[in-house]
Every structure is written in structure tokens, then in C-alpha cells.
């Protein structure tokens, strides 16, 4: 994609790479589908990163508005569905 993730430049080189594969995993599960586990990791990795659930929003928001992607719905498909089970956003 031609756009900037949302990051914040406090963050390490190493968090700065886990916050963008994070972002990398939402566009895969709407652009190709990803396995509900692998998803589900990255997600829990990006909350060590960014645990209050106001930053989590602003950053999910920003990504939402330059992408069309929905981090929100993705997790919570991931969060209702089985392990094993591959996530698809259409």
C-alpha cells in the first residue's frame, strides 16, 4: 500500500517492526484472508506494545482512515472464531 502506518516514534526500532506487522496482518486478512492464531499473536505482541485501549483506538483509528481497513473487526472476528480457523474480511 502507498500510505504511512500510524506509529509512535518513542516506540524501538523492534516495536516500530512488530506495530507494522500488526498493521501488515490486518491488510492480509482483508486483502487475502490469515490464520486466526497467527493473527491472534501479532495482536497480543502489539498490546505489549501499546496497552491502554485509548491508544490502541487513536492508532487503529488513524490506520482505519488512510487504509479502509478495520483492525477493530478483524480482532474481534479473530476473538470469536476458532483456533485453526483462518480469518477473511470481505
Known amino acids: 500500500m502507498e500510505y504511512q502506518y500510524p506509529?509512535?516514534?518513542?516506540?524501538?526500532?523492534?516495536?516500530?517492526?512488530?506495530?507494522?506487522?500488526?498493521?501488515?496482518?490486518?491488510?492480509?486478512?482483508?486483502?487475502?484472508?490469515?490464520?486466526?492464531?497467527?493473527?491472534m499473536a501479532i495482536y497480543r505482541r502489539f498490546k505489549e506494545i501499546v496497552p491502554s485501549k485509548a491508544e490502541e483506538k487513536t492508532l487503529c483509528s488513524e490506520f482505519e482512515n488512510i487504509s479502509g481497513y478495520s483492525s477493530y473487526r478483524a480482532i474481534k472476528k479473530a476473538k470469536d472464531a476458532s483456533a485453526g480457523d483462518r480469518i477473511t474480511m470481505k
Open 7 to 39: 506509529i509512535d516514534y518513542h516506540w524501538t526500532t523492534d516495536e516500530i517492526v512488530d506495530v507494522i506487522k500488526f498493521y501488515e496482518a490486518i491488510e492480509k486478512a482483508y486483502e487475502k484472508g490469515i490464520n486466526r492464531d497467527e493473527l
